[in-house]
Structures are given as C-alpha cells and as structure tokens.
C-alpha cells in the first residue's frame, strides 16, 4: 500500500546492538586498543552486510557513505574518555546503523526514501514527556521539505530538555511507534512482533496456531488486561 508515505521505524539489529555493548564495555574498562578493534570488524561487518543485502551500485554506495560517517564519529568517541552521555550516543550507533542498512535496502528497490533523525523529532519538554504538538508540527514540515515515498526512522530515540540524546524512557518500541505515528498523522500503524506464533483456541484443549492473526482493538484490550505482555496499555488510552 503505497498511496500514502509510509514510515518505518527500524530498531538496532541484535548483532550490532551486541557487538557496541561490548565496545562500550571494553572503553569503561580503558582498553582502548581492544575496543579499537572491536570497532573496525564492526564496520567491516556492516560495510560487507551492505555489499551482500544491496546490489544497486548507488543505494550500496549511499549505505556505505552513511556507514563510514557513523564510524567516524563512533571513533572520536572511542579516543575520549568516555562518559555516560558518550555511552548514550554510542550505543544509538545501533539504531542509526541499522536504519542506514534498511534505508539503502528500500533504495535499491527503487522506492523514494528518505532517512530521518529521530532523536531530531522527538524532543522531550521539561517534564522529560513528548510534546506532541510541536513534534507534530515539526512532522509536518519534515514531510513538506522533504517529499518521499517512504521515510526510515530510528526506534526509540529522542532529545532530553538539554539537548542530550535518550532512549524514550520507561516505554517500549510499540508506544514509541504510537508518538511517531500520531505525529505523522497516521492513517494505520503496523506493529511487527518477534513470536513463535500466536493460538488460537477451536475447542477444549483445541489449539491451533495462526501464522497471520489481526487483533482488534477489544481483543488486544483483553489480552493486556489478562496480563499477556502485547503491547503498552498506554497504546490503547
């Protein structure tokens, strides 16, 4: 369904997010040229996981121009003596790396897309909440300044009151999901779970198990209030 611009929010792939937990373990522990070390298989893995995925010269070359640029900065954290708010930006890496490697992918499939800074547009007031009426606006104009047929997002990223990078706290990716698409003025929101399926019940100790399965809005309601872990009862208020 490609009437309408879509956004997609990507959150870190599980071997990048791993692989900078690690680095930023190693640069606490001071040891330097183990965590250097780190960092370039890290990128060579992700510059060879963009040759792989992408076979369009252009979009393999946009991913690869983006990718050496996070690296660059992922170095000039790695020769400081890194701090907290070092860590935050270092361990966002995953989210902006990977949104890199699925943006390029939509690229090469010869869809319109452009990669936005979530942390840019999601900014937190003082009381460390959303202000959902100038995220709105500032949607609003992202979307006029810079047309597309889909735009890539991080997950879960924002700016504090300061300035200062933050993962969205105390909420999941699925309520996160909700800010971004009510600031775009959504039409649908898709939320994609991990899960080895979900069951349904045809009769007493009946279950089968349904591989595409939509829940309504009093279904999923049950289910949160049954205690099942779906999605932030707070998507549903």
């Known amino acids: 369904r490609m009437e309408e611009p879509q956004v997609v929010i990507t959150p870190s792939f599980s071997w990048i997010k791993n692989s900078l937990q690690e ?3 190693l640069l606490f ?3 330097i ?7 370039r298989m890290l990128k060579s893995r992700c510059t060879d996981f963009a040759s792989t995925l992408i076979a369009d010269a252009s979009s393999c070359q946009f991913a690869q121009e983006n990718i050496e640029s996070r690296f660059a900065y992922i170095s000039q954290l790695s020769n400081s003596n890194l701090n907290l708010l070092d860590d935050k930006e270092l361990l966002a890496s995953g989210e902006y790396l990977s949104s890199i490697l699925v943006a390029a992918y939509l690229k090469s499939k010869g869809m319109k897309v452009s990669l936005l800074d979530s942390s840019e547009l ?3 007031g003082a009381d460390n909440k959303p202000d959902m009426e100038t995220i709105t606006t500032q949607a ?14 991080q997950s879960r990223l924002c700016k504090n009151a300061y ?9 999941g990716a699925d309520l996160y999901a909700l800010y971004v698409a009510t600031a775009f003025q959504a039409q649908e929101l898709i939320l994609w ?15 089968k198990e349904e591989n595409n399965y939509s829940l309504t809005f009093e279904e999923a309601e ?3 209030n049954a205690g099942i872990r779906l999605m932030s009862p707070a998507c549903l208020a």
């Open 140 to 153: 609003k104009a992202l979307t006029e300044l810079i047309p597309a047929t889909v735009y890539v997002m």
């Open 23 to 25: 680095i930023s373990a």
């Open 222 to 224: 049950s289910f949160i």
């Open 29 to 31: 522990r001071t040891e």
């Open 193 to 207: 779970f991990q899960t080895k399926g979900l069951y349904t019940q045809y009769g007493e100790n009946v279950y």
């Open 122 to 124: 999601i900014r937190l």
């Open 163 to 171: 300035g200062e990078i933050e993962y969205l706290p105390k909420i």
């Open 33 to 39: 040229e183990e965590a250097q070390q780190a960092i």
